[in-house]
């Protein structure tokens, strides 16, 4: 018997495994073409030198759920995308964890 708090979470993961990356891109990419953006809009505002990542992204995405919850708790879709986020955002992070390893020089 399936349990309610499983709903929002087997719906999440259905969608992310799902077509949406025809429609948007792999996480990784579209969090780090999200952050490109959230950078340049918020360099006015960050300290030098400072970007946005992976993790911001999915950060903001979550909080942007969180804020319209407040109007709207009983939509489904907000906690499914929140559980989704938190998937896609954890692939993100942990790829570009991995690029930023391998873009970092050697100190030999």
Known sequence: MEKTRDVPLKEAI????AD??????E???NFRDIAEVMTVL?????????KVQ???VSMVMIAVKLSRMTTSPFK???WVDIAGYIGAGWEATERELEHDAREKPSRD
Do not use: A, E, M, V
Not at 20 to 25: H, K, L, S, V
Not at 42 to 50: A, E, F, N, Y
């Open 14 to 17: 259905r969608l992310i495994n």
């Open 20 to 25: 949406r990356n025809q429609d948007y891109g």
């Open 27 to 29: 996480p990784y990419d």
């Open 42 to 50: 918020l360099r006015p505002i960050l300290k030098d030198g400072t």
């Open 54 to 56: 992976c993790h911001h």
């Open 76 to 78: 489904l879709d907000s």
